[in-house]
């Protein structure tokens, strides 16, 4: 009954939390067995969770970044440094694209935040807008795969999974589908015989390689000299004043905004905070950008941030807080028992129920908000993961790329919305743009589905 509720809910169109809450409580007036306020005390302590802070921070630290023109920086950056290949823009979007998601977290926010700048500069240099819509959406799908991210820590919340080892184990799926992206990119150029975009300059290039070289270099200097026995938190002190020293002396574009991903996984993987303190961490980190270092950052502009920030926040918590209660009142009725037997009777074979749920995944991903449909599938599936073997990482990772992927499609794909409004074009118009670029999403997903260990290997070394 609790199921019939949901759907009629939903069938009406009433949002998917309020349809979860709704149907929860519905179902408990029918039923009599319960007190209707274990709606209320069950959604309150569903959010009740210090791993759930790690949320609002998130957002205000990639909300700052997008804010404090972080952004130009980056595009600058990854100008510099592949913006002379052939179909020179393409490349820049993606690579673009991984270093934000270092800061933001959403997929949302890099449509919103870079592919404004990248779609615009890609018109002004004559590619189709189809194209440019095309390639920054497929890349925004990097956002939440690469640390820091959202819905990883909706998943390891609602899973009871390290959210540490999830951040670990996006690194190198993300960098694949950049590889796998920017190769779509080389074919679309040499079928179009496309040029660079900017002219090569050994100056440019050899700076931006630097910046790179200074990014690589400082956590492994740091882990060098405290392996020799240096104090840590004075070493990791004067480091960041040498990183300051540095910055300000040769005038990079993009290696503090950078440094973002690798404090935050650094100070995880060394028990220097937990991700939610690595949360705050990015905060201050964008707030020393913005206010005293950058100085774009100004005080009327941040108040701004921070009321989109609350309403972001209480939109997700909301949704995660109807989840709650509706997973619990799965469990408590034996639907998800009843499912996983299910399916355990169709099947026992692991990469059966993988490439079932990959399915499954993908056709909810294009109905429901990834948050929505995290907090809603993860105590189904859950279960029958943990009676086949599946590591709840590898799930979880599987679970987030599949949801990604739903975002660039109709009815519900957030990312496709936002999109079609930056680059002017129907939704119809965005849809088509977006098809050639489910080939390399689809690729990766298959291999990290299939491909654990590649995965794993990275989280087992420190989780």
Known sequence: MLKIFFLIFMGAGIPVAIAMAGASLVYI????????????HRMV?????????????????????????????????????????????GHVNVVGSVIFAGMSGTAIADAAGLGTIEIKAMKEHGYSSEFAVGVTAASATLGPIIPPSLPFVIYGMMANVSIGALFLAGLLPGLLMAFLMMLTVAYFAHKNKWGGDIRFSGSRFGKALVELAVVAGWPLALWGLISLGAPPQITVFLGLVALFVLDKLFRFEAVLPIMTPVLLIGGMTTGLFTPTEGAIAACVWSMVLGFAWYRTLKFKMFVKVCLDTVETTATVLFIVAAASIFGWMLTATGVTAGIAEWVLGFTKEAWVFLLLANLL???????????????????????????????????????VLNLMIGLLHPPMGMVLFVLARVAKLSVEQTTMAILPWLLPLLVSLGIITYFPKAVLWLPKMFY
């Open 361 to 399: 995944m993908l056709f909810v991903g294009c109905f429901l908000e990834p948050t929505a449909a995290i907090t809603i599938l993860v105590p189904i599936l859950l279960p029958i993961t943990q009676q086949l073997g599946i590591d709840p990482v590898h799930f979880g990772l599987v679970m």
């Open 45 to 89: 302590s569903g959010i009740d969770s210090f791993p759930l802070l790690a949320v609002p921070f998130f957002i205000l630290a990639g909300n700052l970044m997008n804010n404090a023109g972080i952004t130009t920086r980056i595009y600058n950056f990854a100008l510099a440094l592949v913006g002379w290949l052939k179909g020179g823009l």
């Open 29 to 40: 007036l029918f039923s009599g067995t319960l007190p209707p306020f274990v709606v209320i």
